[in-house]
């Protein structure tokens, strides 16, 4: 990843910006590179490669969801690979800021992983795979990888329903065997809601827990993927890819 790349194409941009005028103010108070234009949004890469979505023209779309306080920093993988693969039209370098295909990643099931052909711009991004939990967002029914569910148990808590909640309490209360934990199956319905739990498996309801998390709040999780392999983070702060040791610590957001 060339940083002479991205300021050259800067400076060019700023002196040339063509039809793209109306984003020069953006670019030049936030020293980003404009790169993609939907019919709503405007894609944007600053020179540490990470991608922000502004608002073009205000028509309501799906994104809004994602990006309600534009201009905004863009975690969500398939945005990113549309963003920076339709960039890479313009700037051929920004194909390798795009990373790799992830280790975890599926086939993209609408395109059949190949992306679709001009001018069309498939759910993927283009990229012709998906992030294995951007694809249970969107309907798949795969499983998830352990160090996916893991990742969404840790950071996506604070979605957690009451009876989640509440199930997670008593099976927690339950490893550790207490008294407090005797007295309560002795008062009924915590009886009944565990044994019903453990009947059905921690781990199903486990992978219950994130598939709602995915479907209902994928527009509020943080997941942080590696610039250059596309591997999960450990933590939605990190800096430091646990994959292929990629780290960004000097790079200010
Ligand atoms: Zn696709
Ligand atoms: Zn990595």
Redesign the pocket.
């Known amino acids: 990843m060339s940083s002479a790349d991205w300021h050259a194409a800067y400076e060019h941009f700023l002196d040339e910006p063509g039809a793209w005028q109306r984003h020069v103010g953006w670019a030049r108070n936030d020293r980003v590179l404009p790169i993609s234009t939907r019919w709503d949004y405007v894609f944007a890469v600053d020179a540490n490669g990470v991608v922000w979505a502004n608002l073009d023209e205000d028509l309501g779309g799906e994104l809004d969801r994602f990006y309600p306080e534009p201009p905004a920093q863009v975690w969500v993988t398939r945005h990113r690979q549309e963003a920076l693969l339709d960039g890479a039209k313009t700037y051929p370098w920004l194909r390798e800021w795009a990373g790799e295909r992830p280790f975890d990643a599926v086939d993209?099931p609408?395109?059949g992983?190949k992306?679709?052909p001009e001018p069309f711009i498939?759910?993927?991004g283009?990229?012709?795979w998906?992030a294995p939990e951007e694809a249970v967002a969107l309907g798949e029914d795969i499983p998830l990888p352990d160090h996916v569910r893991d990742y969404l148990l840790n950071h996506g808590r604070m979605h957690l329903d009451d009876s989640e909640r509440e199930k997670l309490r008593l099976l927690n209360l339950g490893a550790t065997r207490s008294k407090n934990f005797e007295l309560l199956l002795r008062s009924g319905n915590a009886a009944t809601v565990l044994e019903s739990l453990l009947e059905q498996g921690e781990d199903t309801f486990f992978e219950a827990i994130c598939r709602r998390f995915l479907r209902e709040h994928e527009h509020e999780l943080i997941t942080n993927r590696c610039q250059r392999c596309n591997g999960l983070c450990r933590t939605p702060r990190a800096r430091q890819c646990r994959w292929c040791g990629h780290n960004w610590h000097d790079v200010a957001r």
């Open positions: 993209c609408k395109c992983g992306g679709l498939c759910v993927c283009n990229a012709g998906l």
